[in-house]
């Protein structure tokens, strides 16, 4: 097996650093957020996020073992080790991943404040200022997670007026790019398992992108969410029925597994496809890429590999010409390590933001005013992410922080 631990004696004393600690909180926002962080013996801390949900915080402490000693601005290197340990208990997708993901956005955000640079600057330097955010919205109630899973709301939420009066909402808001959820509970009403679209079904889904259209006009891109929900034929119908509407993209349509059949949709429609977070490293969309299956890319960076390894995924997108908007549904934390991310590559188009509903998102952080303003992140010249948590915030929604967190 590779041996991936430090085998190198050679570095200029300043950067002759150690790993002491890696600790985890869990912050309950309209997700479970997972908050990592990194200590070193040159007192500073490091502070990342993995993608939301259970197990996490175990399988960090796992990693703790073995990256303790460690020096955390190797950080490419060290995001192989944990993947290489990890390889036995399916280290090469899911959970392991997405925990391998949260210490290496902490590590990125560490080796910035040690070098006293921003980590967009450590990704390879600038290509933006300001960051555009596309923000994610529900009509009405129609949409609630607790602890994650699905829990639909009552099928009067679901009318075209109530996702017309979000979007405008949105724009009062600021935002000029949004995507609403497509899937409805009427979906299931026929057959629950069988992802079949009916005739009707397909014409409440066109009304609902009618009047979301109508009431944006020019003012803003729209797109939509199916949730991989769909068989092909269903998929082929809804997307060629949405043709019309001059969508940013239609989003998942079909489950995640199988690439050809991605491909075969593509084939089939004009409209704008995208896809890409239920996938995990640059392997997973070798496939995608090759074969013109998708129009925007959608990683999750806190789940796929982070920062490096969206990075060397977005590479790959540039080749093909395709767009890179990264799925979030992170705190402040994971979107600013996100932000960066977009300020460093050539073809982001845009970030998504999945909390509009949790009133005290910004109070995470300690800052005055604002991540998101006008519908855009600006990029911080300070150290970093650049940002610092609000730890009496943390602890006033935590549902777990380890002992040593904060220390």
Same mark, same amino acid.
């Given at each position: 097996? $590779? ?29 479970? %957020?997972? =908050? ?10 490091? !502070?990342?996020?993995?993608? /939301? ?26 995001? $192989? $080790? ?12 899911? *959970? ?11 590590? %990125?955000?560490?080796?910035? @404040?040690?070098?006293?640079l921003p980590v967009y600057q450590l990704l390879g330097g600038k290509f933006r200022d300001e960051i555009p955010v596309y923000v994610d919205l ?20 679901? +009318? ?18 949004? *995507?609403?959820? =497509? ?21 409440? @889904? ?12 020019? /003012? ?15 998929? *082929? ?9 001059? =969508? ?12 050809a059949a991605q491909r075969e949709l593509a084939r089939s429609t004009s409209t704008p496809l995208a896809t890409g977070e239920n996938r995990f ?11 013109? !299956? ?8 806190? !789940? ?30 994971? +979107?600013?390590?996100?932000?960066? =991310? ?56 935590? *549902? ?8």
């Amino acid at each position: 097996m $590779r041996d991936y631990a430090n085998h190198e004696h050679h570095r200029a004393p300043e950067r002759d650093v150690r790993i002491t600690g890696i600790d985890t909180a869990v912050v309950s926002g309209n997700f479970d %957020w997972n =908050l990592v962080r990194i200590h070193t013996d040159a007192g500073v801390t490091g !502070t990342g996020e993995a993608y /939301r949900g259970a197990a996490i915080p175990e399988i960090i402490d796992y990693i703790a073992a073995f990256l303790v000693g460690e020096n955390p601005l190797d950080v490419e290197r060290l995001f $192989r $080790r944990m993947v290489q340990e990890l390889s036995g208990h399916g280290g090469t997708t899911g *959970k392991v991943v997405t925990a391998a993901s949260g210490v290496e956005t902490a590590l %990125w955000d560490c080796a910035g @404040k040690l070098l006293d640079l921003p980590v967009y600057q450590l990704l390879g330097g600038k290509f933006r200022d300001e960051i555009p955010v596309y923000v994610d919205l529900h009509a009405g109630d129609a949409y609630a997670v607790d602890h994650g899973f699905t829990q639909y709301g009552d099928e009067e939420a679901y +009318t075209p007026e109530a996702y017309a009066d979000t979007a405008e909402r949105a724009l009062e808001l600021g935002y000029d790019a949004m *995507k609403f959820d =497509l899937d409805m509970p009427r979906d299931n009403e026929s057959d629950p398992m069988n992802g079949r679209l009916s005739a009707a079904d397909v014409a409440a @889904k066109v009304d609902v992108v009618d009047a979301v259209v109508d009431a944006v006009g020019d /003012r803003a891109e729209v797109a939509f969410d199916c949730h991989w929900d769909y068989t092909i034929d269903s998929a *082929k119908r809804l997307a060629r029925a949405l043709e019309p509407y001059g =969508l940013l993209w239609l989003e998942d349509a079909i489950p995640p597994e199988n690439a050809a059949a991605q491909r075969e949709l593509a084939r089939s429609t004009s409209t704008p496809l995208a896809t890409g977070e239920n996938r995990f490293r640059v392997h997973e969309f070798r496939e995608l890429l090759a074969e013109f !299956t998708v129009d925007v890319l959608t990683p999750d960076p806190t !789940t796929v590999g982070g920062l490096a390894e969206s990075k060397a995924i977005a590479n790959r997108a540039e080749e093909q010409y395709i767009p890179f908007a990264p799925h979030n549904v992170c705190s402040p934390v994971g +979107t600013m390590a996100v932000a960066h =991310l977009c300020g460093a590559i050539p073809n982001a188009a845009y970030l998504e933001f999945h909390a509009l509903e949790v009133d005290w998102w910004d109070d995470l952080i300690a800052r005055s005013g604002s991540l998101i303003d006008d519908g855009t992140i600006v990029v911080p010249e300070a150290p970093g992410y650049g940002i610092e948590l609000n730890e009496s915030v943390v602890r006033e929604h935590a *549902k777990h922080v380890d002992d040593g967190f904060f220390d």
